[in-house]
């Protein structure tokens, strides 16, 4: 069975930075797409981000370009979500999730979040001071 976990979540003041982890069991992360999937208290997941293992391309939300990173280590098969100037409007439970490739749909490239095969449970993180 495949199990998909998430660890670095917690309280970060704005401004400041996190570090998401996704691991996982019996895959290689390096051949699928990870993406990063995030809900807010109220409101609907939204996709922040996407690895491409077919071309290597990382697709973002407009909402955090400039601000987060995802990267794969292969040697660790782990992929990262490297979370900087973080505000208030990032307070969210973050999932990490696989599938086979990254999917945008419309004009501006939203992230699809709902064709991943596989999910974590979700890790919190909480911008405040």
């Known amino acids: 069975q495949v199990r998909v976990a998430e660890s670095g979540g917690g309280l970060v003041q704005p401004g400041g930075s996190l570090r998401l982890s996704c691991g996982t069991s019996?895959?290689?992360?390096?051949?699928?797409?990870v993406g990063w999937v995030r809900q807010a208290p109220g409101k609907e997941r939204e996709g922040v981000s996407c690895?491409?293992?077919?071309?290597?391309?990382?697709y973002y939300a407009d909402s955090v370009k400039g601000r987060f990173t995802t990267s794969v280590d292969s040697a660790e098969n782990t992929v990262y979500l490297q979370m900087n100037s973080v505000k208030p409007e990032d307070t969210a439970v973050y999932y990490c999730?696989?599938?086979?490739?990254?999917?945008?749909?419309?004009?501006?490239?939203?992230?699809?979040?709902?064709?991943?095969?596989?999910w974590g449970q979700g890790t919190q993180v909480t911008v405040s001071s």
């Open positions: 999730a696989v599938g086979a490739w990254c999917k945008t749909v419309g004009s501006s490239n939203e992230l699809v979040w709902d064709e991943y095969d596989y």
């Open positions: 019996h895959l290689t992360l390096e051949y699928y797409a």
């Open positions: 690895i491409s293992s077919n071309n290597g391309k990382k």
